[in-house]
């Protein structure tokens, strides 16, 4: 069975090189054009196009997904199934190619939590479980029929960017069984359950990011986990941005108002909230290099 990957950041590296060693056919992989970035705005290459080079995979970098030479190279390629991980939506032209179909690697266990930032948000609002599933792409967004799904569990002091590597290695596992199950025909397509009850996963804004020290301990603890290490929840700190990676709850009456800060100016800083106080323990200030609570106060006065 030929296959078609389509996929960008490292989180699809992992499926795309789980796929390899399972000894599926790739005949081609489509990622982002490289992109200029960094001060010297030198040209950048998406993580999955450095796998396929180095791997010796045929890679299609279109600009535009309808584009008609892309649409022939792509036809060219005579796939069986395409494969799409942490990629951009596809136009119905492109995902009903294949024979066989298009499925998706989608991190969370659905139908909850559809949209581009799943990850993010099962902690944001606190879950004790997440996942990954596999289904074929259909034309609205993350609600195509579901062939497996595989659940994880969501520690405490879980962070987006742990859970995000959990996820990878479980998607990737996941995803070589959905390959194998559809090229021998062994499996059941489940329709997604249609509810009012769904919560979603929307694309995340810098205004989104700006905690609002008036929540609870809670609440504020689980944005900052939730948004960490990308794109980072972060406050304001003598009118400049402090970003905050990590921090821990302390429960007690605060006895100051909300947003106010008190600090040692040696060991710790803590704000605020409408419950107690969050103890911040990583942070990136404007104009500065991400440190530890304590070197960011030796070399700040407040």
């Known amino acids: 069975m030929k296959i078609v990957f389509m996929g960008t950041p490292d989180f699809a590296v992992a499926s795309l090189n789980a796929l390899q060693r399972a000894g599926l056919s790739i005949v081609g992989v489509v990622t982002a054009a490289d992109k200029p970035a960094g001060r010297g705005q030198k040209l950048s290459e998406s993580a999955v196009k450095k796998y396929a080079v180095e791997n010796g995979l045929k890679v299609l970098q279109p600009l535009k997904l309808k584009e008609s030479e892309f649409i022939k190279e792509l036809q060219s390629l005579n796939a069986d199934l ?11 032209i492109v995902w009903q190619m294949p024979a066989k179909g298009t499925i998706n690697l989608h991190g969370s266990l659905l139908p909850q939590y559809r949209g ?3 990850i993010n948000h099962v902690i944001i609002n606190g879950e004790k479980e997440s996942g990954v599933t596999t289904f074929f792409l259909k034309q609205e967004i993350d609600t195509g029929d579901i ?5 994880v569990e969501i520690t405490p002091d879980e962070t987006a960017g742990t859970l995000h590597d959990k996820l990878m290695v479980v998607g990737a596992n996941l995803l070589v069984k959905t390959v194998k199950a559809i090229e021998t025909d062994d499996y059941n397509e489940v329709p997604q359950p249609q509810s009012d009850e769904l919560k979603s996963a929307p694309k995340i804004f810098k205004d989104f990011c700006k905690i609002d020290w008036n929540q609870s301990n809670q609440t504020v603890y689980n944005l900052i986990r939730g948004l960490s290490p990308y794109p980072t929840a972060f406050t304001t700190l ?9 921090a821990e709850m302390e429960d007690k009456e605060p006895g100051i108002s909300t947003g106010a800060f008190l600090t040692d100016g040696k060991t710790h800083l803590k704000f605020a909230t409408k419950d107690g106080f969050i103890k911040i323990t990583d942070v990136q200030f404007e104009g500065k290099k991400r440190m530890l609570i304590d070197e960011f106060l030796r070399g700040m006065r407040l």
């Open 116 to 118: 581009a930032a799943p």
């Open 147 to 151: 062939i497996f799904s595989d659940a």
């Open 82 to 92: 395409f494969v799409v991980v942490a990629f951009r939506m596809l136009p119905e």
């Open 238 to 246: 003598n009118d400049k941005t402090l970003k905050i990676f990590n």
